[in-house]
């Protein structure tokens, strides 16, 4: 697997670095970003949170305006953000934000015209850790946390992938998208009518199933326009409390949806990560 | 005057909020941001750190991309991000980024067609500044920082209104736009053929001029793009040691001119100018 380097930029110390390479799930090129931090200039290998981005990002949002390179550099942690779709000009979309392009859901997709790009789930889980296990100085310690759409992806990932990711924390998740509007367009579009194939990616209904017990920290901002219609931490917290699932839920007075609110917390998240690898 | 409120982020405790305004001296609407620290709620006046942006920036990159608010909330001190420039459809551009919207140079234009708009000097020496202290919970104790573009602004600024500002700094400023392609470029535009005109607004020149000593950091890459032909720091360095000026020049392995080189020093700039109140 060949990857192509296409900026560099010092940072606390670290590197962050975007990359190129052809995907292979998701048959186009996919675009990454990886901060490594000081502690990899002398060989150390270091574990890597992967950070799953919301709705109309690209690798680019969270590395820009999340701040999280400053802790990961006093942890030794990398931090691995992929793109949130397939790209390229022969890539079924929409005209909606919500769909398509800068809206994959972390599937895979079983219906036309999304099946033949839209995998990424298996991007995240499976093509996306080999290549960064195989290019970069990295442990087999990873952790996986998002965003919106990404929460929504970084904890039903960890739930699906029991000992994959020592640990798992979100940002203003979709908690249950069988149960919310962007959940149900998305996942009947790429997904198809049968509700179970819903359900296998869909937090509340994964820790409602799950046996494996991965640590969860999710933040919730009070003033976030998406609270009740999309993103329901209530659903989660019925959950976890129904399954005796070790789940932190904060709720914060005044914070909205955006990337204020993640830097204001990012630091908690990334020392939750360091503090189970 | 009136300002309307056009956004409002909660942000480690504080708020990020965007401004509109009908602007006197550059006769048109103008936006800036403001950070304000948490210090600010119960109705404590906080000093000003004044933040000028670089060649094609508004209010936004800032506060989006250099991770300031997590230490301006710890030392209680609100920050102010201007525009750049005037804005809007009767506002004289050019089709280059480095002249017109996006580059007013912090200068007042004597000549045609941006004598009309572009007064950015007046702008952010005395409109800006009473309508901040008009509006907002601040003392009068106002530090000024910028990068690049910003970067000679604030300095050349500081040094044209001696005890308007505590302390000053910069990002890869341009220390010396007299004799760099960006400044006689654009100073050619805004201030006509009269080099007497340009060395009023040159760092450089200034210190060699200057009796006032307001202390002043700058941090610089030395992986910038930008670094021998535009920047000059060794031009900065030689007059602050020639007039004996309290300089504090800092030069860093591989850093380059992006906001990952400023987030990776922000904190040090707003301890300086903490320290300076």
């Known amino acids: 697997m060949t990857i192509e380097n296409i900026s560099c930029n010092k940072s606390f110390g670290g590197w962050h670095k975007q990359y190129t390479h052809r995907s292979e799930v998701n048959r186009c090129t996919m675009r990454f970003a990886i901060y490594l931090p000081p502690q990899c200039s002398n060989g150390t290998k270091v574990p890597v949170v992967y950070w799953l981005s919301g709705l109309t990002c690209s690798d680019e949002n969270f590395m820009q305006k999340a701040g999280a390179q400053r802790v990961a550099a006093e942890l030794g942690v990398a931090i691995v953000?992929?793109?949130?779709?397939?790209?390229?000009?022969?890539?079924?979309?929409?005209d909606n934000y919500d769909l398509g392009k800068g809206a994959g859901?972390?599937?895979?997709?079983?219906?036309?015209?999304?099946?033949?790009?839209?995998?990424?789930?298996?991007?995240?889980?499976?093509?996306?850790p080999a290549i960064i296990e195989e290019n970069f100085p990295v442990s087999d310690k990873r952790a996986i946390a998002g965003h919106s759409m990404g929460g929504h992806g970084a904890l039903s990932i960890a739930l699906k992938n029991p000992g994959m990711f020592a640990s798992a924390s979100a940002f203003s998740p979709i908690t249950n998208p069988v149960n919310c509007p962007w959940g149900q367009k998305a996942f009947t579009a790429y997904l198809g009518d049968?509700?179970?194939?819903?359900?296998?990616?869909?937090?509340?209904?994964?820790?409602?199933?799950?046996?494996?017990?991965?640590?969860?920290?999710?933040?919730?901002?009070?003033?976030?326009?998406?609270?009740?219609?999309?993103?329901?931490p209530e659903a989660l917290q019925h959950a976890a409390e129904a399954n005796q699932y070790p789940l932190t839920l904060r709720q914060h007075e005044g914070y909205d949806h955006s990337y204020y609110f993640i830097a204001s917390f990012i630091d908690d998240h990334l020392r939750f990560h360091a503090g189970h690898f």
Request: charged share 25%; with cysteine; net charge negative.
């Open 81 to 94: 953000a992929p793109d949130t779709s397939p790209r390229g000009d022969d890539v079924a979309d929409d």
């Open 194 to 232: 049968d509700k179970s194939a819903w359900e296998a990616h869909d937090t509340v209904c994964l820790i409602n199933a799950s046996k494996a017990h991965t640590p969860m920290l999710v933040d919730q901002g009070l003033d976030d326009n998406f609270l009740a219609e999309q993103l329901k």
């Open 105 to 128: 859901f972390y599937v895979n997709a079983t219906q036309s015209p999304w099946t033949t790009h839209y995998h990424m789930y298996d991007y995240v889980v499976k093509e996306l």
